[in-house]
T-cell receptor, first 113, second 108 residues
């Protein structure tokens, strides 16, 4: 199932570098999300977008920015990566009235040295 | 604010034994509760939602508003149930808040 695709799948970078994680979807969903997963902390919401012109901060947006280039594309950027941003990042989509069913990508594992 | 608590990070049971994964929530309104599952090398996916009142793969979950709980239960665990399970809550902002997850291992 390649409906929600994340690139890159794995990335190792150094402190201070700019990193972009990209997400594209073929499901035709309006809503897109970025979460990070850390052991013992579960998934935490970074940013979400209900449509191209509607972008909102989530629980842990500091140090991150996003761009919704089109309905199908939602990118997450780390302007100056730091080691505590080492995590597994997930993109997800949902329909407008889905009531909570998210469709996830396979995840992007980022390591900041 | 909305919050989801899963008190057990790890849970091990033997095949055929009953299993219960605990989930408690805090939310001032009427929540929608969900269980998501992540099997090894697979994507995180929806397992069930409380409004459907359905049983999926033998799992059920009942919303108890008095105890603010939404525990996931299965009477007879199978080895293929081994996975990471996340409880999640959707509030008025239609965002999903996830718990910290419980890694279930079903032993042979």
């Amino acid at each position: 199932d390649a409906d929600v695709t994340q690139t890159p799948r794995n990335r190792i970078t150094k402190t201070g570098k700019r990193i972009m994680l990209e997400c594209s979807q073929t499901k035709g969903h309006d809503r897109m999300y970025w979460y990070r997963q850390d052991p013992g902390l579960g998934l935490r919401l970074i940013y979400y977008s209900f449509d191209v012109k509607d972008i909102n901060k989530g629980e842990i947006s500091d140090g991150y920015s996003v761009s919704r280039q089109a309905q199908a594309k939602f990118s997450l950027s780390l302007e100056s990566a730091i080691p505590n941003q080492t995590a597994l990042y997930f993109c997800a989509t949902s329909e407008r009235m889905a009531g909570g069913e998210l469709f996830f990508g396979e995840g992007s594992r980022l390591t900041v040295l | 604010a909305q919050r989801v608590t899963q008190p057990e990070k790890l849970l091990s049971v033997f095949k055929g034994a009953p299993v219960e994964l605990k989930c408690n929530y805090s939310y001032s309104g009427s929540p929608e509760l969900f269980w998501y599952v992540q099997y090894s090398r697979q994507r995180l996916q929806l397992l069930l939602r409380h409004i459907s009142r359905e049983s999926i793969k033998g799992f059920t979950a009942d919303l108890n508003k008095g105890e603010t709980s939404f525990h996931l239960k299965k009477p007879f665990a199978q080895e293929e149930d081994s996975a990471m399970y996340y409880c999640a809550l959707s509030g008025s902002a239609r965002q999903l808040t996830f718990g910290s997850g419980t890694q279930l291992t079903v032993l042979p």
